[in-house]
């Protein structure tokens, strides 16, 4: 089976630094993103990991461990619009099918 | 510009009758999706394809029903055999091999069951 675990909702201020954490047990394994969806809206693609380490893009970073079966989401410099919830999802290796977890409500305060 | 394009955003249907959702990109994208979402849950996948003329069921098929006879198009039907189709419907799409092959997603489709 999947499993993707998320944290339900966090609350941070304006200008911090925050991580969303996610952990994942799959019967394969082919990527790791991580997709903002506002409320109401679709998901937009935020970040890609296939490989461990650090992935750099603007204010956004995302980090893979394989072998933990682990990925976290960080957010610098939180702007208020930056309040959405964030999607954790695995790409299995058989029909390239995505595997959602129940995102993390991003709470962000003046 | 290109993208995928769903319709209708909102639609009302009463109990028995059944509804299609259309899905239609033009990202020349080999692979199709659908989703479904329910309040503070995840995205279940229920169906998806990675070729014209073939799809496959995902999670939570039943009272569902695709077609793939276009590349471009993949038109979700809920059916009056589904228990409880009020949700919020999302169509994605894909490249399906090669590249990051990060899923794009259609604005949604708000179905409600009165």
């Known amino acids: 089976g999947q499993n993707i675990d998320q944290p339900t909702e966090m609350t941070a201020t304006e200008g911090a630094i925050v991580q969303i954490n996610c952990t994942y047990q799959?019967?394969?394994?082919?990527?790791l993103f991580w997709y903002q969806q506002h409320a109401g809206e679709a998901p937009t693609f935020l970040s890609y990991?296939?490989?461990?380490g650090l992935e750099e893009k603007g204010r956004f970073s995302s980090f893979l461990s394989r072998s933990k079966g682990y990925s976290y989401l960080l957010l610098k410099e939180l702007q208020m619009k930056d309040s959405a919830s964030y999607l954790c999802?695995?790409?299995?290796?058989?029909?390239?099918?995505?595997?959602f977890g129940s995102g993390t409500k991003l709470n962000v305060k003046p | 510009d290109g993208g995928i394009t769903q319709s209708p955003k909102y639609l009302f249907r009463k109990e028995g009758q059944n509804v299609t959702l259309s899905c239609e990109q033009n990202l020349n994208h080999d692979a199709m999706y659908w989703y479904r979402q329910d309040p503070g849950q995840g995205l279940r996948l229920i169906y998806y394809s990675q070729i014209v003329n073939d799809f496959q069921k995902g999670d939570i098929a039943e009272g569902y029903s695709v077609s793939r006879e276009k590349k471009e198009s993949f038109p979700l039907t809920v059916t009056s055999a589904q228990k409880n189709p009020t949700a919020f419907y999302l169509c994605?799409?894909?490249?399906?091999?090669?590249?990051?092959?990060?899923?794009?997603f259609g604005e949604g489709s708000r179905l409600t069951v009165l």
């Open positions: 990991n296939v490989l461990d």
């Open positions: 994605a799409s894909s490249i399906g091999s090669g590249g990051t092959g990060e899923l794009f």
């Open positions: 999802a695995v790409r299995d290796n058989n029909f390239n099918k995505f595997y």
């Open positions: 799959t019967s394969g394994f082919n990527g």
